[in-house]
């Protein structure tokens, strides 16, 4: 069990421009991932290095690095990054689909399930071999 946790785990660096006017833009992304659920480890490497740890079945890199542009970080687009950028959400996005949550999909399923058990009237009771005939 702690081995299945463990790959569910991804320890992750994000880089930022050294180019960008407030050169401590990793160290206010600490202060903002500081309290957001899913994320069990934040360490800076150097002033444009931030080191994470998260758990994917909360999170993606995809999900952090969108939430940082939308706040007007500068992330390092050199042509590394981009590619690490690229490996990293093709195979998180791969294995949050092996584990059943892919795109928000587990907390679709918790509303999926609570619309299924409410009693409303839009079933059909008849049989499935009924339904095309009206």
């Avoid at 994917?56 to 950028?85: F, P």
Wanted: glycine letters at 4%; one cysteine or more; aromatic letters at 12%.
């Amino acid at each position: 069990m702690d081995e299945e946790n463990h790959e569910l785990i991804k320890h992750r660096e994000i880089a930022f421009c050294s180019l960008h006017a407030n050169p401590e833009q990793a160290k206010s992304a600490l202060f903002f991932f500081s309290d957001v659920e899913g994320i069990s480890h934040l360490e800076l490497s150097n002033t444009h290095k931030l080191n994470i740890s998260y758990d994917i079945r909360i999170l993606t890199l995809q999900v952090l690095e969108e939430a940082l542009i939308e706040l007007g970080y500068h992330l390092d687009n050199s042509l590394l990054y981009k590619l690490k950028r690229a490996l990293y959400y093709y195979t998180e996005e791969t294995q949050q689909e092996n584990i059943g949550c892919s795109k928000g999909q587990c907390t679709r399923d918790i509303f999926i399930n609570r619309y299924d058990r409410l009693k409303h009237g839009c079933r059909d009771d008849r049989p499935a071999y009924w339904r095309k005939y009206l």
